[in-house]
């Protein structure tokens, strides 16, 4: 598998090219170029923040992200005195410039405001970023002001400060990405950013089910998540192959149904700690887990360590192949019901977010009006945790719980069952298996995944539009983004790695992006100045020759490790599988 070079410390890295305000990803919605206005990083550089204590973490975690790399000690200071208008504001200046140095509106003085689709490469009309004020900015928004004194990020909340943190880091030099020292003039191209989401929820799912994943190897996802602004983690944790959560109350779904993955390795599980310390980390970088457990169908692992729970009442043996829709809990016998609300109301005690996946795909061999019987209670049982259900979108025929959520992974848009359900009052995440399913190669090839649904090349991730993707489905009824990678053919995080990138990007524009900067030739500009700073960080990733990247080759990773021969699927590989 290709992975960058590892850099000694101290070492001068080539001269990148330099970075331009607007060679953002995801592009931002406005931008304010200010070439007067340039700051460079000083060695005694201080970062500012207000006194609320979660504003007051972003700013340790900015200083967490550029200490390595600089050498700098970065202190952060609390300064009550720039707080304002109930907003969160944080700056990073030399210590000699006072916190309230710069006013926020300077930065686009004398300066025509320009519009992110010019910045693009479109002819979209130039508007004043001044516009939006800070309580426009939403949830996630925030207003990045870079002068010759100070960088100040302004938000109505520390989850838009967090953004505007990772514009921060894009816009400094590529070795700012490095975990040691390395001499460079770090310095921050002068403007003014106003950026906030198009989509509410931007996700992307890891099947720790199919083969199973250490904590560090998720936390390192949640990293990839939180530097394009996704700020979900849907994790799905049970299958046939593998039961990968503890509950207390049904304590072989792990010791017994963990005990295994595809291929025969030798599986795992979290533990609730495991768990929490995953949930905790992600929510540090304001990332939601969703934790699904699927139901009725996928279950032949829970069917292996309680065969209470099958029709049969016999254990099924241990499955490690891909097959799939062969295995569901017994829909006719109370005790599935008692073990649907231990499991859920556990899980759901672990996530402080609002979520709570059902999947219900797949499970072919329960007749329809059972499957829909048994979804509308599962469902209750989610509304009696006090969580709101997600499931994939063969959930639809069933009747509404209030705020539903569908997932639509399908292939074909015109999906009058989806659309009913939309009527009826649910709304939808999009995966279309077409473009968001990072499992699927990218060429011919590609030597892991799957191309049942297609190839998915970089611009095949970029090109369509979720909120008109789904016929019949308004806009409005859209919350989201998500991409989803199944791991039949995923066994390392070196191979995650390379199947998220350079295609999770291309979701996240997506989701976070205007419709209106949708353009390919600007993304994949854009794109191709971060090949160099993954290289640098040392994450592996394709290098998709649709992508310009820097000719010089110590930018691209180095030929260090070599991505597995395609394994053999003993069940056909190919087959659509959740």
């Known amino acids: ?58 700013a340790e975690q900015l200083a967490e992200l550029l200490r390595p790399a600089t050498g700098y000690p970065l202190p952060v200071t609390d300064t009550a005195a720039i707080r304002h208008d109930g907003r969160h504001v944080l700056t990073l200046s030399g210590v000699a410039a006072p916190a309230d140095a710069t006013d926020a509106d300077s930065a686009a003085s004398g300066a025509g405001a320009v519009d ?29 002001d870079v002068t010759g004194t100070e960088v100040r990020i302004t938000a109505a909340t520390p989850a838009g400060l967090l953004h505007g943190v990772q514009t921060l880091r894009q816009l400094l030099p590529v070795a700012v990405e490095s975990a040691t020292p390395v001499a460079e003039h770090w310095m921050v191209p002068g403007g003014t950013i106003v950026d906030r989401p198009r989509f509410a929820y931007r996700g992307a799912m890891l099947d720790v089910a199919r083969h199973f994943f250490p904590v560090e190897d998720v936390l390192r996802v949640v990293d990839h ?30 010791e017994v149904g963990g005990a295994t993955e595809v291929g025969g390795g030798p599986g795992g599980w979290y533990t609730r700690d495991d768990y929490r310390r995953i949930v905790r980390y992600a929510a540090r970088r304001h990332v939601t887990v969703v934790p699904e457990i699927d139901l009725p169908g996928h279950t032949n692992a829970a069917l292996v360590a309680y065969p209470e729970l099958a029709p049969s009442k ?54 329809a009006d059972t499957y829909r019987a048994f979804v509308e209670r599962a469902q209750e049982l989610v509304a009696a945790t006090g969580k709101i259900v997600v499931g994939w979108h063969q959930l639809a025929p069933a009747a509404h719980a209030d705020g539903r959520v569908l997932q639509w992974w399908g292939t074909n848009g015109d ?72 791991t039949e053919s995923v066994t390392s995080l070196a191979e995650i790695e390379f199947m998220l990138l350079p295609r999770l990007p291309a979701i996240a524009e997506l989701g ?24 640098t960080a040392g994450i592996t990733f394709h290098p998709s020759p649709e992508v310009p990247w820097p000719a010089d080759e ?25």
């Open 512 to 535: 976070w992006s205007p419709r209106a900067t949708h353009d390919w030739d600007g993304f994949r500009g854009r794109l191709a100045g971060h090949g160099p700073r993954w290289a």
């Open 1 to 58: 598998m290709a992975r960058a070079a590892t850099r000694a410390a101290g070492e001068l890295l080539a001269p990148s090219a330099p970075v331009g305000l607007a060679d953002v990803v995801p592009v931002p919605e406005r931008v304010v170029p200010d070439p007067a206005a340039d700051f460079t990083l000083p060695e005694d550089a201080v970062i500012r923040v207000d006194t609320d204590p979660a504003a007051r973490d972003v």
């Open 314 to 367: 016999i254990a099924p043996p241990p499955y490690t192949g891909t097959e799939v829709g062969f295995s569901y809990v017994d829909p006719a016998d109370e005790r599935t019901y008692d073990f649907v609300a231990d499991v859920l109301g556990e899980v759901a005690a672990l996530t402080p977010g609002p979520w709570l996946h059902l999947g219900g795909d797949e499970a072919f061999k329960v007749p």
């Open 415 to 486: 999906d009058p069952e989806t659309a009913d359900a939309v009527r009826r009052g649910a709304r939808v995440i999009l995966s279309p298996a077409k473009h968001a399913y990072l499992d699927m190669k990218y060429a011919p090839d590609t030597p892991i995944g799957h191309d049942w649904a297609g190839l998915i090349d970089v611009r095949t991730a970029y090109d369509w539009d979720p909120a008109a993707h789904l016929a019949d489905v308004p806009a409005e009824a859209v919350l989201g983004v998500e991409a989803p990678l199944w």
């Open 116 to 144: 992110a689709d010019s910045a693009a490469g479109t002819d979209a009309e130039r508007v004043d970023a001044a516009a939006i004020d800070g309580e426009a900015l939403g949830d996630e928004g925030y207003r990045l």
């Open 554 to 578: 110590r930018t691209l990773p180095a030929a260090a490790e070599r991505i597995p021969t395609q394994r053999t699927d003993p069940d056909g590989a190919g087959t659509p599988a959740h």
């Open 225 to 254: 998540l939180a530097r394009y602004k996704l700020n979900h983690l849907h994790l799905h944790l049970t299958d046939d192959q593998g039961w990968r959560i503890a509950v207390d109350a049904w304590p072989k779904l792990a």
